[in-house]
């Protein structure tokens, strides 16, 4: 019998003798599988993959490397003008990336202050270096999306008790721009490695209170990304309007509130700024704001007072969503300490939570536009833990 050799131009008009079945000519024959030593397909046999390539299509494995989209991300950072860029929204690395069990953990403890300490565990209980037992190791916090020498921190790593472990300290009166933070080590000169987390003690940063007399506060918060990494999501402000716990019922909002380093007086205001959008531009909501225990005739005149001894008790305002129902979807809230003075954005920071909008949810309220439209509102938290109103059609926000 005479077979021909696929796979050459000359394919179809080179005849070459037939080897004996079996044995390790079979396997040697060109083209042949070299696993089972089955010979090729005939030239002019279709394949599956053959078709597959020849339409177009690709296999899961192919299909696995094209570009990604996360839903829902970034909803925030396109209104601000841009998107993140960091490993929440970009997929990682398929292959290469070493395995998390060798891979360096960073333990940290919060005070009540705002400083971090962290405790990185060499994997193996390894040194950081041949020169000294720390070598000239150091932990980076580089900032999301920033490319300038301000945008890494470097906090220089010393021993710490136990073995193969260093000390790193982000003290309190260190200020770091407000923004996410991606953590690294850094070894002798090596390539800089991701951190994953570890063990975190942040039972300080719960109902933390912030000194009066301050500049500016600082609030860090560290948390493991979607991809398991390690990352501090600061803040950086003063004076610093603190949400608290909120009802939305009967097409009202009802919001208690702190305010640090302002004092509010009997102009002060909650006010709610419509964010872009289309449709016609239209001045701030605003509704009067009230302290615990006062009305608006005991309460005492006054601006800004950031050296006071003692902050402003609790505030209330009560703010009726059927005002911020027009052409604007989200209207971002503020608080104006006097008619003289700038509004001071309304968050929720002083906590453990980094992330609030996946924590605190609020249900949807019906109210009826100036037209009779029935639109549906609800606050929420975006990705800084600003607070804010969502508008949408009637059961959809």
Known sequence: ?????????????????????????????????????????PAGTATRAGRRARRGRTGRAAKAQRPGRTRGAGKDARAAGGAPRDDETVRPPASGAPPASVRPRADCTADSAGGLTFDVRLPGGGTAGAGSPAGDAAMLLRLRGGDGPADTVRLPLGPAEGEGTLRAVLPS?????????????ALDG??????????????????????????????????????????????????????????????????????????????????????GGEGEVREPVSVPVLLDGTDPGGQEKGGSCPDSSEPDPPFTAQLPLDAVVSGHRVWDLWVRPSSGEEPVRLARILDDVPDKGKIFTYPPQRVTGPHGAIRSVRPYYTLGNDLSLRLGCDGVV
Do not use: F
């Open 1 to 41: 019998m005479t077979t021909y050799a696929a796979g050459t131009p000359a394919a179809m008009a080179t005849a070459v003798p037939s080897p004996p079945a079996g044995g390790e000519a079979a396997a040697e024959a060109p083209g042949a599988d070299p696993a089972t030593g089955a010979p090729p397909a």
């Open 190 to 275: 090596r390539e800089p490695r991701r951190l994953l987390p570890g063990v975190h003690d942040l039972r300080s940063l719960i109902g933390r209170v912030p000194r009066q007399g301050r500049t500016w506060l600082g609030v860090r918060i560290p948390y493991a990304t979607k991809y398991g990494n390690l990352t501090v999501r600061s803040w950086l402000r003063w004076p610093h309007a603190e949400a608290g716990p909120l009802c939305v019922s009967d097409g009202c909002l009802v919001l208690r509130g702190r305010l640090y380093g302002a004092r509010l007086s009997v102009t002060a205001r909650l006010e709610a700024h419509p964010r």
């Open 173 to 185: 009166i260190m200020s770091l721009p407000e923004g996410r933070w991606d953590a690294y080590l």
